[in-house]
């Protein structure tokens, strides 16, 4: 049961092989940058290919969670317009995009005084999530 405490998703190949693996590149190629009897070429090749590729692994992730941002968006606007019969627009002026994704775990029952609450009371994403009761899981996020 997902829940505030362990909500926070890890993806293990990212997380785990692919990044440490990138960085150990790319400590080695500074390691070896230093070494005389390799021309200075191929030097700078491992060092430049290594900072591509940790440039490439931030920038994917990047991509994605701004894609899956712009989802969640979509999916408050249309759950708001379900629940109210009106538009989003003139509440989410008044959140932030974090406020927003926060709201996302609160269930339809808690959604609409939680999103009130957070406007006058200026609540911050982690005071959100603490502050809903049925934890509406999103086990499919990034």
């Known amino acids: 049961m997902q829940n505030y405490k362990n909500h926070l998703r890890l993806f293990p190949a990212h997380h785990f092989v692919l990044l440490p693996a990138i960085l150990g590149l790319f400590i080695w190629s500074c390691i070896h940058f230093f070494e005389k009897d390799v021309a200075l070429q191929d030097r700078m090749f491992w060092i430049l290919s290594s900072f591509i590729l940790i440039l490439l692994s931030m920038i994917t992730r990047i991509y994605a969670l701004k894609n899956q941002d712009r989802i969640i968006r979509l999916e408050m606007r249309q759950r708001y317009f379900e629940l109210t019969g009106i538009s989003f627009t003139e509440k989410e002026k008044q959140l932030r995009l974090g406020q927003i994704i926060a709201l996302r775990f609160a269930s339809n029952d808690e959604l609409l005084p939680l999103i009130d609450q957070a406007?006058?009371?200026?609540?911050?994403?982690?005071?959100?999530?603490?502050?809903?009761?049925?934890?509406?899981?999103?086990?499919h996020r990034i």
């Open 119 to 139: 406007i006058k009371e200026k609540l911050s994403n982690k005071e959100i999530k603490m502050a809903v009761k049925n934890w509406q899981a999103d086990n």
